[in-house]
């Protein structure tokens, strides 16, 4: 699960909030006095909770989208800083952040709006049935109902239509417009910052588990105006405008990620905090990331014989990836036999290296487990660990997931496993301070095409896309089956699941309730 900032989250869950009582309003509205009456009763309160809506996330926009523009700034003026090359920070272009702005509140509001009048339409299509029934006016309202949560059912409650015409739900599209456009006024601060200091060129940053698009477009150098003869435009990579092409984590806030001051509970890690990366340095934590979801979860185990216990194995969700094979894989695609990179220090009596947790390498040395250490003083270093066991599950419940964004790296140790955060962005680049120039200009100039190496972040990229949509499929069913058959459907849609999965008397209840 790619990680969802905590401010873009909060959008995401006002969404939720909203779905969520549209449904329990349509479907617990009692059915009482006329048609007419019924109808502009449900009205009221959708057009109402539809309106608030458009008020809390117009407010998020215009507070949470200059930061984003801001921090793109800030993080390009300093790669000029590091390079010692003289710029001034410049101030965000208001135009371009009062665009961003309409645009995304354009957008949001559309979609609430196209909601709004297609329940609008159904309840007067199903009034209209009613009546064609020639039903006695006490049952006509009743009816009436019936009609509407058939048709919402069918057509999606709280969902509008995409560019093909395919259904989506209001709470995903908002994540997606949320996560692109946030994403997108990094990028444009990034690029204004550039600019405006006479540069070019900038570099997209390059990680694993990609999708098709981002697949073949990472890793290159890209001329922001386009006239440069030997890097290939930025609007390759961002289409028309300066977009992004696309925005992992732990169940448990009690993992233990190291620190320059010692182990910290990753549920306790604050931005500023240094962690170690997988270079052996500390960097410092930039971003926090908190997410909600009942995700697929993998749980690694190693052969470390001489220290038994939770520091032999790693649970994460199986798109989190770690160092394996010197290669960053996501956890799903760990294979037993692999070697996986865990921290190590040396044995306290032989020097030889030994994994972070253990104070000696064997039995013979000793076998009490190292807790607590002292800050860095550049003796860590990483050593290969067998993976022995590895097991997948489903969650049954839903938990607040857990991930950093850290400075450079992306990377951080977590029980002494090596782990990996990342998303694409663009960074400055400056070809003179470069000793490989000449390399990553070929490397940017090859074939917009897929590669081998490529194939493989798209085939574990696809592979995470068939579990979200599992997850999608399952939650609309869950909220049809609240409609029609709000006796028999469990509250919650953890509980849902579970039902389904064990696919038993009571889903086949609830399936029986909603044909009748």
Known sequence: MKPIPENVQNLINQYDRSQKNLIEMIATKTARGNSTIYRKRILAGVNAELSSL????????KTELPKSYKTGIDKSYAEFRKQNIPTELVAPNNIVVANLVDNMVGQLSDATQFVGRRIKDDLRKAGVAAVADKLATGSTVKQTKQNLLTRLSDDGIVSILDKRGRPIRLDAYASMIARTTTREATNRGAIQQVQDSGSDLV???THFSTCPICAPLEGRVYSISGKSAEYPPLNKAFGGGYSTIHPNCFIDPQVPIFTSKGWVSIGKVKVGNLVLTHTGKFRKVTKLHRNIGSPNIVKISINNRHSKGVYNNLTVTTNHPILINDKWVDAIDAKLGDKIK?????????GRPTPIYNKTCSKKCGEEVLRVLANHNDE????????????TQ????????YNLSVAKDESYVAKGFTVHNCQHSIVPYFPEMDDDSEKLKKESNRAFEISKEDQKSIDSYNKQQAIKQERRMDRNEWEKSTLLAPVQTPKTFSGFRSVKRADGKRYEDIRIAIKT
Do not use: G
């Open 54 to 61: 458009n008020e809390y996330s117009a407010k998020w926009v």
């Open 203 to 205: 570099q997209m940053t």
């Open 342 to 350: 865990i921290l190590s220090h040396p044995c306290e009596n032989c």
């Open 380 to 391: 860590y270093v990483f050593i290969d660990a067998e993976i022995t066991s590895i097991s």
């Open 394 to 401: 489903e969650s049954k419940r839903t938990h607040t997931l």
